[in-house]
């Protein structure tokens, strides 16, 4: 993991004086313990890769269906039951129900047809892949290794998944976290070791399934079987996304030291080759996150504290016309897109704790959709359906 992800994880969920923080959840799921909490966190820092949606649930225009944000769903992580499960609801947030059987779920993932989803689960121990079909039934172990592993991001055609394999050393008294990326059968044959150097992370999947970007201290391409790996960027940073069309890729990169401490981050774009690379955000001492491209790949959804909290932005691919959506003094987080790009479901303490809201894409309309006492967060939209299907 690298240090830009860790400062992101710390910026990204700030305590709010005088209320439980994301912390304090962990903590009462019994995720701090040792290893296990270390592995949690390890996990977050690489799900923000995968918050709000993999590459391959954006899948590419001319191939999906866009499907109306009222016939789609969203799966979202909550501790209504006194632990992290994964639930689904309806787009309107009518019938939540919990997906998994088994406390601490986390980094849910959509298949790219809409009827799996694909997670990390603590119940054998440590982290481990799993798959469930999306009413419940059909549960599948993936992966069975004595490492963690976490953010699972499906191919394009759902037949693989990508993921994180961690494992926490420690050295000279201190914590090492060595990560790589596997890839997986989506029946939990076939894994395999892509990277090799304990150092990679974050795996995201070009739209067409030839090719896997991923951080490794700057950003990094490969084929979808580990060979001709090549850096792209040469400062650090990471949190490859593709853009729908698979000609682009947004990335995060350090620029130093902003308000609240270390880890500034800015919002990039460069061509798929790594050419042309540019930066869309510029405010210097301001934390910029989670960029994620709009379905028609003409629109940036972001997270930004310019304006003194953590706010959900959208700007133009070229980072012109950046427009504040969210405009709350609360915590705003996790934007994803609705399939057909009208709506924008994000994560918000509004209410005193964290709830799913979702908002016209233009920022009217603001709603909160799971109005439970217990945090509920990580949105993560269902894909428009294949063609065909």
């Known amino acids: 993991m690298t240090d830009l992800d860790r400062a992101s994880l710390d910026r990204i969920l700030p305590s709010t004086p005088g209320s439980p923080d994301w912390g304090d959840v962990m903590s009462r799921s019994r995720a701090h313990r040792g290893r296990r909490r270390l592995g949690l966190v390890a996990l977050a820092a690489a799900a923000l890769v995968a918050a709000a949606g993999t590459a391959s649930a954006l899948g590419t225009v001319r191939d999906f269906l866009l499907g109306t944000a009222a016939s789609s769903r969203i799966a979202f992580q909550s501790f209504r039951d006194g632990r992290f499960d994964v639930y689904v609801m309806n787009a309107n947030g009518s019938g939540q129900r919990r997906l998994t059987p088994s406390p601490d779920d986390s980094g849910p993932a959509w298949s790219p047809d809409g009827r799996r989803v694909a997670f990390g689960n603590y119940r054998d121990g440590n982290s481990e892949i799993y798959v469930v079909n999306a009413d419940g039934s059909g549960l599948l172990r993936l992966t069975r290794d004595a490492a963690d592993d976490g953010s699972p991001a499906w191919s394009p055609d759902g037949l693989k998944l990508a993921f994180d394999r961690w494992l926490l050393r420690r050295e000279a008294g201190k914590v090492r976290v060595d990560s790589d990326v596997y890839v997986v059968n989506a029946d939990g044959s076939g894994e395999r070791n892509l990277t090799r150097d304990a150092a990679s992370g ?8 030839r090719k896997i970007a991923y951080g490794n201290g700057g950003v990094y391409v490969m084929n979808a079987d580990g060979s001709e790996q090549q850096r792209l960027t040469r400062n650090r940073g990471g949190l490859p996304r593709w853009s ?3 000609r682009k890729i947004l990335f995060l990169r350090a620029g130093g030291v902003g308000r609240g401490g270390p880890a500034v981050a800015y919002v990039y774009v460069m061509n798929a080759d790594g050419s042309g690379q ?3 955000t510029r405010i210097a001492q301001v934390n910029n996150s989670l960029p994620v491209w709009s379905p028609d790949g003409r629109t ?3 997270v930004s504290d310019r304006d003194g909290n953590f706010e959900v932005y959208v700007m133009n691919v070229d980072g012109s016309g950046r427009r504040n959506l969210t405009r ?3 915590h705003d987080s996790d934007p994803v897109w609705s ?12 209410d005193g704790n964290f709830e799913i809201y979702v908002m016209n894409a233009d920022g009217s309309g603001q709603r909160n959709l799971t109005r439970n006492p217990a945090p509920d967060r990580a949105p ?3 894909p428009g359906r294949k063609k065909g299907t």
Do not use: E, H, Q, Y
């Not at 399939?339 to 509004?350: E, M, N, Q, V, Y």
């Open 244 to 246: 729908p069309d698979g």
């Open 202 to 209: 974050g795996p995201a999947w070009s739209p067409d399934g």
């Open 300 to 302: 940036i959804a972001f």
């Open 278 to 280: 540019r930066r869309l």
């Open 328 to 330: 709350n003094p609360a």
């Open 339 to 350: 399939p057909d790009g009208r709506k924008i479901a994000f994560t918000t303490k509004r």
């Open 380 to 382: 993560v939209w269902s």
